[in-house]
């Protein structure tokens, strides 16, 4: 029943369909979308009866019609401002976008959620939103998102049917029901985020298999592989065996898991969050916390030395590490402090597959942006994100290999020159034919890194590892602060 009061009554409300839904819309200034098919401007002609006096033989009054083409005010430049990171969004390219387009001044702010609300509150937020996939139920179920359907209809650049897949985590029919309907944004590039990354160096130097590179291991053989591969010297660890994102993606992974098998953390209208009694939740739990008890992991216990893997992976101390495909562009050295230092070599694996379920290679972020239904300039909004989405910054970010792009037609421009590269490109491709999968994600609670179950599995993690709480406690604990976490979180949007 509050699935169907969810998608009926409440998104209505909450998708601009009727009154606004939330308290931080209640002071915006209404905005009307504006509809972009085919729009033709014409000229008006005004014809003006003009009284003159003609004096002949004697005072007449002839009237004249005089036609008047009156000249249409100048507008006065628009600005619109994007919030993406500086490296994802250059001074070059946004000379260029300002170049070519006189009358729209664009400009980038920094990503700041906490700004971004200040700002949405105000009534003048950026038009454009750098987000994750985590936080778009929760920013559509609050109306914050603008509906791009119609723009994306009469796009050449951007058309629908050329979208990769992971855009469907930005269309939706309601909040609880997201992978398609509607368009409201999408992926900047993305990868299949589950992939790994070996150190073929050290597997060698240890004698060890290198794991297959078109068939993909389970996570028990991860495991296993972690164990012989973790090195230490005493209580120092020089080698990890496995690393991933950690706690900023952790219940991503777990719940990638247990959707191989059928499974979730949720309940299937969202408002339920099962830990405590689910055995399978539980058990990608025990996963995580017996690799970083046995120091096979890096943890709050066995930290990065460099403050996270990437640097670490680059300079032989971890064997494998989970970071998906856009993780090349430091591997092959496409940035210049990246690069495999020494004799470290390295390939990529396909996503490992959990408890014998279906083989899943999705992405667990799908960066991308929205733009803001308050924006002041929806159609100039849209061609800034159409541009940066589908024109020469996406051809530049498909040229650099550090994600796959977001247009399937830009596929061909992914590096694939050199013996790594080939490799990489190769296990891609063939992940891409499994990367169709969405992962659902509740409009009640936080996105973002970490989400509300990764926030409240990191108050635990440290004191559990030291022994202050014992396993069952930790997820009971996680339990009852996702369960008011939700109560809150559906009070709010309800």
């Known amino acids: 029943m509050l699935a169907k009061t969810l998608s009926r009554r409440a998104l209505l409300r909450a998708t601009g369909m009727a009154a606004a839904g939330s308290v931080l819309l209640a002071c915006q200034p209404q905005v009307i979308e504006k509809v972009v098919k085919e729009t033709v401007e014409v000229e008006k002609v005004v014809k003006e009866t003009v009284m003159v006096e003609v004096e002949k033989e004697k005072e007449v009054t002839k009237i004249v019609e005089k036609v008047v083409e009156p000249t249409k005010p100048p507008k006065g430049e628009v600005s619109v401002s994007y919030m993406m990171g500086g490296g994802e969004l250059s001074e070059d390219e946004l000379a260029q976008f300002n170049g070519d387009n006189p009358g729209i001044k664009l400009s980038r702010m920094d990503p700041d959620q906490v700004r971004f609300f200040a700002m949405l509150a105000a009534g003048n937020p950026p038009d454009c939103y750098r987000l994750q996939a985590p936080e778009f139920p929760q920013l559509l179920a609050r109306a914050i998102p603008l509906n791009l359907q119609p723009y994306f209809e009469v796009s050449e650049a951007l058309k629908l049917d050329d979208l990769a897949p992971a855009n469907n985590y930005y269309k939706a029919n309601s909040p609880l029901d997201i992978g398609k309907g509607d368009i409201y944004g999408m992926c900047k590039d993305w990868s299949p985020d589950c992939t790994i990354w070996v150190n073929t160096t050290l597997f060698e130097k240890e004698g060890v298999d290198i794991p297959s590179d078109t068939n993909p291991i389970s996570y028990d053989d991860v495991y296993a592989l972690a164990q012989r591969m973790t090195k230490r010297e005493g209580d120092r660890v020089l080698v990890w065996g496995f690393c991933n994102n950690g706690v900023g993606w952790i219940e991503r992974y777990w719940e990638v898991w247990l959707n191989a098998i059928d499974k979730s953390m949720f309940s299937s209208d969202m408002t339920k969050f099962n830990l405590a009694d689910n055995e399978y939740a539980k058990q990608c739990v025990q996963y995580t916390m017996d690799m970083s008890r046995e ?152 996105g973002g890194e970490p989400a509300a179950v990764g926030a409240a599995f990191a108050n635990y993690y440290e004191r559990t590892l030291k022994g202050e709480f014992t396993f069952e406690q930790m997820i009971d604990s996680i339990q009852q602060d996702i369960d008011v976490a939700l109560t809150e979180g559906i009070d709010r949007i309800l």
């Open 295 to 446: 120091l096979i992991t890096q943890s709050p216990i066995s930290p990065s030395p460099r403050g996270w893997p990437g640097p670490d992976f680059l300079a032989g101390q971890i064997a494998m590490m989970q970071y998906g495909f856009w993780y090349s562009g430091m591997v092959t050295g496409t940035a210049a402090q990246a690069g495999m230092e020494g004799d470290n070599k390295a390939i990529m694996i396909p996503a490992p597959i959990w408890g014998g379920g279906k083989r899943i290679s999705t992405t667990i972020t799908a960066t991308g942006s929205v733009v803001a239904r308050a924006t002041k300039n929806p159609d100039e909004a849209w061609k800034a994100f159409e541009w940066y989405n589908g024109k020469e910054p996406a051809i530049t970010r498909a040229k650099g290999g550090w994600g796959v792009p977001a247009l399937k037609s830009l596929y061909e421009m992914i590096p694939g020159e050199g013996e790594l590269r080939a490799q990489v490109k190769a296990v891609l491709m063939e992940e891409l034919k499994h990367a169709d999968h969405v992962v659902r994600f509740t409009p009640f609670l936080k």
